[in-house]
């Protein structure tokens, strides 16, 4: 993008570019339609968003009380509407019910198996102003870029820790992590991993597919928040500022070929009971689009950013985030859910026994981290971080923490046949 051009490469603003910073921020005429595609985005036909945003929009979590809970909790199948009074706030006083029932869930669907994975951001330049990430093109942190070479000795770094799923991620540029970066980096993880995932910019159908070509398996992507109106007034420039473009990813991404895709809203950003009401519907109703395919869900939390102390999340405190969890494992029994390093060990140890089927290990949200981390090569250049996290414990700690709790830890569960034409199935 030519107008953020100097903002991705340099870490130090002009006066112009301050200048722009401030109108965006005070003077909503100066930014782009954030319902409008944008050239070269792709539109698909389909009518989930129009679904999923019918429902949010009709959602009355006050009219729902004690007794619509408790027969919520009595039915052998979850309805949107069961769903929904299990969102609402007369369902709080029921979550010992509710972890009891989501409990039984994850029992029958996933027996005592928690999955483990770590994240490599490989790059944090970004075009996007989103006002509460850590990435955004007007932060002044230390932008940085891995090499094939330096992401190559991320990975083995990462590898001969034990673990087998990554989840590679990048600032949101086209220019400076372009789709040719991307799949490269895609097939060097394929030496190393047995399943690779992407938390990348949404692309479209057939640059998913050259993607899953090149070896991911499955995508993740943050709605941040369904409310599209809260949505603009957060996302002031850039290509993420296209909220339908942005929901619609999941759908293309399956269209392309992806084994299995992620969905999330960043709780605290809006009303955290309709966003994770949206959230679930949208997995709901591409669940029965797309039977074939996996889905998971997590619903991480608003974390301090470098920068930025006033970034004022709407609260959601550990019970709302425990009822939120058993409400989809209630409602959504066949879905994953992972919960990452966003959130304390204690609650991550405690999820696990109830409804969470993934967790990260091993994490760090900074660029190039894992090397200088993890093999004493302190000279190793990192990249600022994207966000600050709660649970810093590493793949055995993590390993040993689900042992201990009568669980068995997985590390892959997932074996690929390659075709005659190179493609995996």
Not at 302 to 331: G, M, S, T
Request: glycine share 6%; aromatic share 10%; with cysteine.
């Amino acid at each position: 993008m030519e107008e953020n051009q100097f903002l991705i490469e340099n870490s130090a603003l002009t006066g112009e570019a301050l200048e722009k910073k401030r109108r965006l921020e005070q003077d909503p005429s100066s930014r782009t339609d954030h319902m409008a595609y944008m050239e070269g985005m792709e539109q698909i036909q389909s009518d989930v968003r129009e679904r999923v945003m019918a429902q949010t929009a009709a959602y009355d979590y006050d009219r729902y009380t004690a007794a619509d809970v408790a027969a919520a909790l009595s039915h052998d199948t979850c309805t949107i509407e069961d769903f929904k009074a299990l969102l609402s706030p007369a369902a709080l006083p029921f979550l010992e019910q509710m972890a009891e029932k989501a409990q039984l869930e994850t029992r029958k669907h996933f027996g005592n198996s928690v999955y483990i994975f770590t994240p490599l951001y490989i790059a944090n330049y970004c075009e996007n102003y989103c006002i509460y990430c850590g990435f955004n093109c007007y932060n002044q942190i230390h932008r940085k870029k891995l090499t094939m070479e330096e992401i190559e000795r991320e990975m083995k770094v990462i590898a001969d820790s034990g673990i087998e799923e990554i989840l590679m991620l990048t600032g949101e540029s086209r220019k400076m992590s372009d789709l040719n970066y991307i799949g490269e980096a895609c097939k060097l993880a394929r030496k190393y991993f047995r399943n690779v995932g992407l938390e990348i910019y949404p692309v479209n159908a057939d640059e998913y597919a050259y993607l899953h070509q090149c070896g991911a398996d499955y995508i993740t992507v943050f709605q941040e928040t369904y409310n599209p109106d809260k949505y603009e007034t957060l996302h002031l420039m850039g290509h993420k500022r296209v909220w339908p473009y942005r929901f619609e990813a999941q759908e293309r991404a399956l269209r392309g070929g992806m084994r299995g895709v992620g969905f999330s809203a960043l709780l605290g950003l809006d009303d955290f009971r309709k966003d994770a009401l949206a959230t679930g519907l949208h997995v709901y109703y591409l669940q029965r689009k797309y039977p074939h395919a996996e889905m998971s869900l997590s619903c991480p939390r608003l974390r301090p950013i470098i920068n930025n102390e006033k970034i004022n999340p709407r609260d959601v405190h550990e019970k709302q985030l425990c009822q939120i969890l058993c409400a989809y494992r209630i409602f959504l029994p066949f879905a994953g859910i992972t919960v990452s390093s966003r959130e304390n060990a204690r609650f991550r140890n405690g999820i696990i026994r109830i409804a969470a089927t993934k967790v990260s290990a091993g994490v760090s949200t900074g660029i190039g981290d894992h090397e200088a981390k993890y093999s004493g090569k302190e000279e190793a250049a990192a990249g600022d971080e994207q966000f600050e996290i709660a649970d810093s414990r590493s793949f055995d700690e993590m390993y040993d923490a689900i042992c201990a709790q009568g669980l068995q830890p997985v590390l892959n569960d997932y074996i690929y046949t390659d075709a005659e034409d190179g493609s995996r199935f």
